[in-house]
């Protein structure tokens, strides 16, 4: 029982400098929780949302122990009932959705011990005592510990990254190494609840975690010395202990998560962009290429917050993490993260094809394309390109669906397809668009030809996550083919009516959930008479299977494009990568 950890340091939050007490009307810990949002963002927040006191509220108290890859803490989290009776408070833990990997106990309802119920792998069901009716709260807290797997090896390097899945999972976002640990989901959440009261469901091992309410947190993460902590929220100070540890304080206001990380040795760079506080933190060797992404960060951010609308939080942090199973970053509200095999890529492109299988192959391959350097100096430029088109997939996904709520497991295509297809726009607003157009063919069309050239079929891309076969089928089609329904609508309606009506999708669910055909209908205000057009090209692009007819026939010279400086490659070249194909898809 970790006794020590419950008494919630309030008096030293309230000698935080800069942090004015709270008034009578507001609990002194959602006070602290707001100064996550911009001022004027609060009141925003609190038409879409009602009283901001009366979100979740979350008590974190987290001890880290990284040599022995352990976690133990308490939780405190206080609901408010709002619509319907409350029989029982449901806490999504993700990381036991692939193996048990946190333990709860001590387990109490309003200060009454409780027994929880496992309905599934990851899920807890707390029963109460007698519902809750509208318009009261319940309090649960419980103890946590918890056992971190090691990081699959290898995930620093492109190809390693790509390889070390193992199967299904979590994409390294429950693991550690020895100077890093990725806790997303040690903090039980409550999952949002469908029209017939049930939990939304949990992780596949494909695709994205989990999504939850808007709440406000406050959390106390303790590391050895050395140790620095990353999370959601407004940094509130660090706080030396007796035994050398140092405590680090966080509050997050109306997040749909909360995640936390932790490192040793890593360095930090960081910026400004319209009152929001960029940050960059990364590993000393990938320093150069990390301030790199701290510059794509504010572009992006700087781009988006003209036309999408404003970020609501003051701070927004890139931390580079070694991701695994092919992902090359991971978001969350106010924080997003980037593989470190980006990192290493953009910085030495030799080193992307380390561990490939049939290296002699690829070396004739490079020596047919132009000779030894000529092809790496190409690569070089097209990781550099990926490297920044995923810090823009990332950002974009603070708005859909950090802001812009939806369920990224019953229908990953509303978010993921909006924060692809934004990450193009960027590519275009900043850079023009024969590059955007570039990083369309190389990016969307191009991961679903490879996906057809190994033998996937299409298909339907608007699916639940359960629904996929494996994470290439889910990228081919929910990343490749279903983004370019937005291209589609756009060419359809014209840039003024589609610029228009994404702006006024974000500004009108902000903070909210959206739904399936939301964005279609927007559009469909912004241009009337295209409505039934725009309806048929959702219905075409995401529930049908014309990906051969709407971004050709799959076919080695076209999804390589050309050789060297725009060379057209050779038949015999062509017939290499086909033989060779094969190999290197199933290597992976």
């Not at 088109?389 to 990224?408: C, I, K, N, R």
Request: hydrophobic share 40%.
């Amino acid at each position: 029982m970790l006794t020590h950890l419950r008494r919630w340091p309030l008096l030293a939050l309230l000698l935080v400098p800069g942090v004015a007490p709270a008034g009578d009307f507001v609990p002194p810990e959602v006070q602290f929780s707001l100064q996550h949002l911009k001022s004027e963002e609060r009141a925003r927040a609190a038409q879409a949302l009602g009283p901001l006191e009366d979100l979740p509220r979350y008590q974190v108290q987290l001890e880290l122990d990284p040599k022995a890859r352990k976690v133990k803490g308490h939780l405190r989290v206080e609901l408010f009932v709002r619509n319907r009776p409350l029989d029982a408070v449901h806490l999504r833990v993700t990381p036991n959705a692939f193996d048990p990997r946190v333990e709860l106990s001590e387990v109490k309802v309003n200060g009454q011990p409780a027994k929880p119920e496992r309905p599934e792998d990851g899920l807890y069901r707390v029963p109460l005592a007698s519902p809750v009716a509208p318009g009261g709260s319940v309090v649960v807290e419980l103890d946590l510990e918890a056992r971190v797997p090691r990081a699959q090896p290898g995930s620093n390097t492109l190809l390693g990254a790509l390889s070390a899945s193992g199967g299904a999972g979590d994409y390294g976002a429950f693991a550690a190494m020895e100077d890093f640990m990725s806790l997303v989901g040690v903090v039980p959440l409550v999952p949002p609840l469908d029209a017939s009261g049930d939990p939304w469901a949990g992780p596949t091992g494909v695709g994205d975690l989990a999504l939850y309410e808007p709440s406000n947190v406050l959390a106390n993460v303790i590391v050895p010395p050395g140790w620095k902590v990353y999370a959601t929220g407004a940094p509130m100070g660090e706080l030396p202990q007796k035994d050398g540890r140092i405590r680090y304080t966080f509050a997050a206001g109306a997040v749909r998560d909360f995640p936390v990380f932790a490192s040793r040795g890593y360095q930090s760079a960081t910026a400004t962009v319209n009152g929001v506080t960029v940050e960059s933190h990364f590993v000393a060797r990938d320093a150069e290429v990390g301030r790199r992404v701290l510059k794509y960060a504010s572009d992006v951010l700087t781009e988006f917050e003209r036309r999408l609308g404003p970020l609501p939080f003051k701070y927004f942090r890139v931390v580079e993490a070694p991701l695994s199973g092919g992902a090359g970053g991971m978001e969350f509200p106010g924080l997003v993260t980037v593989g470190t095999s980006l990192y290493r890529g953009a910085a030495d492109p030799g080193s992307a094809l380390e561990g490939l299988q049939g290296m002699g192959q690829m070396q004739q391959l490079l020596q047919a394309m132009g000779g030894d350097t000529a092809p790496l100096t190409q690569l070089g430029k097209t990781l550099e390109r990926t490297l920044e088109f995923t810090v823009a997939h990332e950002v974009a996904h603070q708005y859909f669906a950090g802001l812009v709520g939806s369920d990224p497991i019953h229908a990953p295509v509303v978010d993921e397809t909006l924060a692809q297809y934004a990450a193009l726009l960027y590519m275009e607003w900043k850079h023009g668009r024969a590059v955007a157009e570039r990083m369309r063919q190389e990016a969307l069309v191009a991961a679903y030809h490879l996906f057809r050239l190994s033998g996937g079929k299409d298909g339907p891309a608007d699916r639940p996550t359960s629904g996929f076969d494996d994470s290439m089928q889910y990228g081919a089609l929910v990343y490749g083919k279903a983004p370019l329904l937005h291209h589609a609508s756009r060419k359809l309606i014209g840039d003024e009516a589609f610029f228009k009506a994404l702006r006024s999708y974000v500004d009108t669910y902000r903070f909210k959930w959206t739904c399936g055909d939301c964005f279609t209908r927007e559009l469909a205000k912004a241009s009337p008479s295209k409505a039934k057009e725009l309806e048929r090209l959702r219905v075409r692009w995401w529930q049908e299977a014309h990906g051969d007819e709407d971004l050709g026939q799959p076919n080695m010279g076209a999804l390589l494009g050309a050789g060297v400086d725009g060379a057209e490659l050779d038949p015999e070249t062509l017939k290499l990568m086909e033989e060779l194909l094969p190999g290197l898809l199933k290597g992976q």
